[in-house]
């Protein structure tokens, strides 16, 4: 199974930036679907943004639209989630995850159903006002 190791946790003021990264064990091939979730202890955890076949389908909620940018480096085996304009309603811990799939709709349906066969530890991501 796939390990994921994310970067540790990142706070900052609102309007500032932040990067986080997800490191995985196995080399990335054209058929990962990689995702990034976040969830607070008041809200379910909700899908944030999503990348298939290296960029060719990606996907954002609407409320990072804008302001994030997910990536990914085949040589480093790791995936990048940019936020910018951060405010305080995007505080939340912040998860990657990883599963292989046929398609860029197979890929947004795991991103719906938050169904990725591997998970990383988790990092908090704390935007003061």
């Known amino acids: 199974q796939v390990q994921m190791v994310e970067s540790e946790r990142g706070s900052v003021q609102a309007g500032g930036s932040l990067r986080l990264s997800c490191a995985a064990s196995e080399h990335f091939n054209e058929t990962m679907c990689l995702g990034w979730f976040r969830q607070t202890p008041e809200k379910e955890r909700e899908e944030v943004a999503a990348i298939w076949k290296g960029g060719q389908w990606t996907y954002y909620i609407d409320s990072l639209k804008g302001r994030s940018t997910i990536s990914q480096d085949k040589d480093k085996n790791t995936v990048y989630l940019v936020m910018t304009n951060l405010k305080p309603e995007d505080t939340a811990m912040y998860y990657c995850?990883?599963?292989?799939?046929?398609?860029?709709?197979?890929?947004?349906?795991?991103?719906?159903?938050?169904?990725?066969?591997?998970w990383g530890q988790g990092t908090q991501v704390t935007v003061s006002s």
């Open positions: 995850a990883v599963d292989r799939t046929n398609s860029a709709f197979e890929c947004y349906d795991l991103v719906q159903r938050a169904a990725f066969g591997a």
